[in-house]
């Protein structure tokens, strides 16, 4: 029985790596030694140039730093206002804090592409589209309800007697939220922005919609001129363009990882 359940471990674990092989192998060809007849064989190794070619045909150095500021400004945003939302309904019983929380969470019942356009209207009335600080609020606004539904989560499982404990030694509400609950919620907070940074650096759809300048646009919609009917790059490019795009999020998991699976057992202590 082990055995039956490890090959079938290896044959899964076999077939979920298999797009990775031929994104790798096929991202490494030369441009001109490409054959859509023979995807699954090496045939050379160009990968450093088609990184290269991507990088400048895609202008990636440009968007590169609006992407980075997205990554890391909304999601930090999002979980000290989903952590300070968490802890008003849960720790200081906000009145009716239940139906604040549905409100919270609310936004995220309908899809994205229904708002896409009211957004879209509203950012070019108001100055926003197409600047770096209407980025960061659209980000923010829609990895704040997560944030709070783990957080929520997360001070429902902290004894009532630390915060009374709290109150008892003189501790203000922003101090007990600043200098004890922040820091015991620390691994379910470094997963949280974890998630919402992968989130907001693999993002296509609002970068599109609500950017178009090189300086302000995020680095997935500038990796799409790559695919342009007319004058695009040859696949090898594109898919190096690609992988090079992905390496980012994969340091982050792999640098991140023991705060990730420690984030993961939410309200364990």
């Given amino acids: 029985m082990s055995r039956l359940r490890t090959g079938l471990l290896v044959v899964l674990g076999l077939l979920w790596l298999a797009p990775i092989y031929l994104l790798v192998v096929n991202a490494a060809k030369p441009v001109d030694g490409y054959d859509a007849q023979s995807v699954w064989k090496p045939d ?42 968490g ?114 650096w693999n993002d296509l759809l609002l970068g599109l919609t609500l950017s178009q300048s090189e300086s302000v646009r995020p680095i997935m919609p500038a990796l799409t001129g790559l695919q342009s009917t007319y004058g695009g790059a040859a696949l090898p490019t594109v898919l190096a363009g690609g992988l090079l795009v992905s390496l980012p999020t994969v340091i982050l998991f792999l640098a991140a990882q023991r705060f990730f699976s420690r984030g993961l057992a939410l309200g364990q202590f």
């Fill in 44 to 85: 050379g190794f160009a990968l450093f140039a088609n990184f290269g070619d991507a990088w400048s045909k895609a202008a990636l150095g440009d968007t590169l730093v609006a992407t980075t500021l997205y990554s890391v400004v909304a999601p930090v945003l999002a979980v000290l206002i989903g952590a300070a939302a």
């Fill in 87 to 200: 802890y008003a309904i849960v720790v200081l019983r906000l009145r009716r804090g239940f139906l604040w929380f549905v409100f919270i969470f609310g936004g995220t019942i309908f899809p994205l592409q229904m708002v896409l356009m009211p957004l879209f209207s509203g950012y070019a009335s108001s100055g926003l589209y197409d600047t770096r600080v209407g980025m960061v609020i659209v980000y923010t606004a829609i990895s704040v309800p997560f944030s709070a539904f783990v957080m929520r989560n997360f001070f429902t499982g902290i004894a009532r007697s630390v915060f009374e404990a709290a109150v008892v030694d003189g501790g203000g509400l922003f101090r007990i939220f600043r200098s004890i609950y922040l820091p015991m919620a620390g691994s379910a907070l470094a997963a949280i922005f974890i998630l919402q940074a992968t989130f907001v």
